[in-house]
């Protein structure tokens, strides 16, 4: 019978939801919106510069062309040898006012000792192209010099290499420290948690100032209308992630390659995958996501039922909204060092872990005891939260007036 | 649970919001099969004891019982109510509302169908179904949240002022479906400050005034027990002779005179003052009291002033001018 109850709810909760023109609006703007953001600058950048990017090199020392044309073409120009001869420049001004090269840059023995040159342009390049151009001559002109002294010149370029050895067993985790994926996960369930739980406020404000759980709660008990709402909310959130998930896969799996073929310049993206999070942090970000969501949904089923108007409300989720803002605070600072005692402690207090914990795992690694000791702490605050929040419900939703005290707060716990 | 226990029993119940009382001490019993009024002014307690039946407040002191059992056992399936202030689900098509509320009371989905699309049809809301709740009038909010309310095919309905806010046509539509209610042997319990409806449809009143219950009776009895108060006198000639010691007011109505009688006052005195006058009598009756003056001879002018102020035909006292100057006084 209850179950009954519960589904309507559930079912009419989310169906409204799915089917309306917001829900298909953000689902699919969003990754439309991520797409755009990444693609379209670089693939704009690159189709509409195709005779800009065209450059002759005139190389004077004789020995930097290679290196230098093939970080050229790395970074996107086209590049044709030029000899030096007395009339070369002239000749090549004449072919960049025809439109046949963008420009031409010239090297010589300044290049080699100061990693100096002129670019000879019709217009003038863009910061990037500058900036390419220009670490590029240096980078060749370096290579150049290091290796006339015996040394791994492309291994030095890159940086080197530094190789840590943990010397405690602080950090099990087994992906590397990468710090966007934690940043971007944790403001991202910092985002979904506070607009779900929201949603669930809102859907029960409604329904109190618009008086129909007056009808409802006459036939039904308002536990399992509250439960009906906060999982059909959540159906709805899953809903929308997995659209995102799957076309975020299907983006990479599918689209990047594609788009590779289609424009090899865009090649610098498949770095990008490189930072996607792989399905362990994933089913991770998930668990953190839905644990965060039934807490703060329940906290925000509670102070919908016991306002009257959007106004109260407003004013009544704001310790909820700083309870969710602490932990973005401190997340920097948790991702960099994620195994000191304040990490650690902050991370563990369960309406701080979802986004805490998940920036401590993705920045580092953390003892897989602490993972699950945080899932029993969140899984049993969801408990505490369903009871007092439901008490409060039970007696919030069919009150009018005003807002209640704190004290009046605790005896509806108490007597409900 | 008594299988025969009455539709619905209160036993003392009260109930206090802050330092206000808003239901005192209440009994009340409504028979199986009845059509029941509940009638008082704005603010007399309607809403709350209708609340408390609903388990939507719960009484201070005192026990709510339905059917002769537990409330919160039956509620559900067998009881419809309609609350005065009437919510939807602004957003959703009709007919989903309407399934969605049956759902919740235990019908099938399938079945809810039916039945709302033919409750639509009934109260002609055909082309509406698949149309926002909001795009419709309040008026036929009203007929979809009634179709709800009935959805599960209650024994109990329990409507509160139902008539508000319809137009008389539809006044009209809601009324004859209430009687067809009734004739079917649905128990109805409905809260109303116009005393003409509940005239006409209630079988048992239960008046109420500042929280307090100041009758409880079957209609037809309270009536009969009451008549010998009124007579209803068309004449011409004199009038000085009206007036007298037995009259306690005089009243407009049906074109003629209602004369008032103080408590055991002689009616032949004043057919023989009027005889005596010289006066034709054309009519001399002795009436069915209205509701509205058994109320106002229980509760006092003052309660009734707020429930019988639509009754501008019969309530307005003889010689006083229209409400509007009344007022200024």
């Known amino acids: ?416 | 649970m008594h299988p025969d226990g009455p539709a619905v029993r209160l036993r003392g119940v009260s109930k206090r919001f802050g330092k206000r009382i808003a239901v005192s001490d209440l009994d009340l019993e409504v028979p199986r099969g009845v059509v029941c009024g509940l009638l008082g002014p704005n603010g007399s307690g309607k809403t709350t004891t209708i609340r408390m039946i609903m388990g939507i407040l719960h009484p201070d002191e005192g026990s709510v019982s339905l059917f002769g059992g537990d409330p919160d056992l039956v509620r559900r399936a067998r009881v419809g109510y309609l609350p005065e202030e009437r919510g939807v689900y602004r957003k959703m098509k009709c007919l989903d509302l309407i399934i969605f509320l049956g759902e919740i009371r235990g019908v099938s989905r399938a079945e809810a169908r039916r039945r709302g699309g033919d409750g639509l049809d009934r109260l002609g809301l055909a082309g509406w179904a698949d149309r926002k709740v909001e795009d419709l009038s309040k008026g036929m909010q009203q007929k979809v949240q009634f179709i709800a309310t009935v959805i599960h095919g209650p024994e109990l309905l329990i409507l509160d002022e139902p008539f508000s806010g319809l137009d008389p046509l539809n006044q009209d539509v809601l009324e004859e479906i209430v009687l067809d209610f009734r004739a079917r042997g649905t128990t109805i319990l409905f809260s109303t400050h116009l005393m003409d409806q509940a005239e006409r449809l209630c079988e048992r009143v239960c008046l109420i005034s500042n929280a307090r219950k100041v009758l409880d009776a079957d209609l037809a009895e309270l009536k009969a027990s009451e008549r010998k108060g009124v007579i209803a006198l068309e004449f011409s000639g004199p009038d000085h002779w009206i007036g007298g010691p037995e009259v306690a007011r005089v009243e407009r109505a049906d074109g003629g005179l209602h004369l008032i009688l103080t408590e055991g006052g002689d009616h032949q005195a004043i057919l023989r003052r009027g005889v005596e006058a010289g006066a034709e009598i054309l009519r001399f009756d002795l009436v069915e009291p209205r509701l509205h003056e058994i109320f106002v001879r229980h509760a006092g002018a003052d309660a009734a002033g707020d429930a019988g102020a639509p009754l501008a035909t019969s309530g307005r006292r003889e010689g006083q001018p229209a409400p509007v100057s009344g007022g200024a006084r």
């Not at chain 1, 093939?70 to 025809?98: H, N, Y």
Request: net charge neutral; aromatic share 10%.
């Open chain 1, 1 to 416: 019978m209850m179950w009954r109850n519960v589904r309507a709810v559930v079912r009419r909760e989310y169906l409204q939801r799915v089917r309306s023109k917001w829900f298909v609006i953000s689902t699919v703007a969003a990754p439309l919106f991520m797409v755009g953001l990444f693609v379209l600058p670089i693939y704009f950048a690159e189709s509409s510069e195709r005779a800009e990017r065209e450059v002759a090199v005139v190389d004077a020392t004789g020995v930097l062309y290679d290196r230098l044309a093939a970080d050229l073409e790395e970074g996107g120009w086209r590049v044709q040898r030029v000899e030096w001869s007395s009339t070369a420049q002239v000749e090549l001004e004449r072919r960049a006012e025809l439109g046949e090269i963008g420009g031409f840059v010239i090297l010589d023995e300044r290049t080699l000792s100061a990693g100096e040159a002129t670019f000879y342009s019709l217009s003038r390049p863009n910061s990037l192209r500058r900036l390419t151009m220009r670490s590029a001559i240096a980078r060749a002109a370096m290579a150049h010099a290091l290796e006339e002294r015996g040394v791994d010149a492309a291994s030095m370029l890159r940086g080197g290499d530094l190789r840590v050895e943990l010397l405690s067993e602080a950090g099990t985790g087994t992906e590397d420290p990468r710090f966007i994926v934690a940043y971007a996960g944790a403001f991202f369930l910092y985002m979904v948690i506070l607009i779900y739980a929201v949603a669930v406020m809102r859907a029960t404000l409604e329904e109190k100032t618009s008086r129909i759980v007056e009808v409802v709660i006459s036939s039904m008990q308002p536990w399992h209308l509250m439960l009906g709402k906060i999982v059909g909310v959540a159906g709805v959130s899953f809903t929308q992630m997995g659209v995102w998930l799957v076309s975020g896969v299907l983006l990479t799996t599918l689209g990047l390659p594609s788009l590779i073929a289609a424009q090899p310049d865009a090649l610098q993206l498949v770095d990008l995958a490189d930072v996607l999070p792989g399905a362990g942090l994933l089913t991770l970000f998930l668990g953190f996501f839905v644990f965060g969501f039934f807490m703060y949904s329940g906290l925000y089923a509670a102070v919908g039922a016991m306002c009257s108007t959007e106004e109260e409300a407003q004013q009544a989720q704001f310790p909820l909204v700083m309870l969710l803002v602490v932990p973005i605070i401190f997340v920097l600072p948790v991702i960099e060092s994620p195994n000191t005692p304040m990490a650690t402690g902050l991370s563990l207090f369960p309406l701080f872990t979802p986004i805490l914990m998940w920036g401590r795992i993705a920045g580092g690694g953390v003892p897989a005891w602490q993972i699950a000791l945080s899932f029993v702490l969140m899984a049993a605050s969801v408990l505490a939260i369903a009871w007092v929040a439901g008490r409060i419900y039970k007696t919030g939703i069919l009150m009018t007036g005003k807002r209640p005290t704190l004290p009046e707060l605790w005896r509806w716990v108490r007597e409900a």
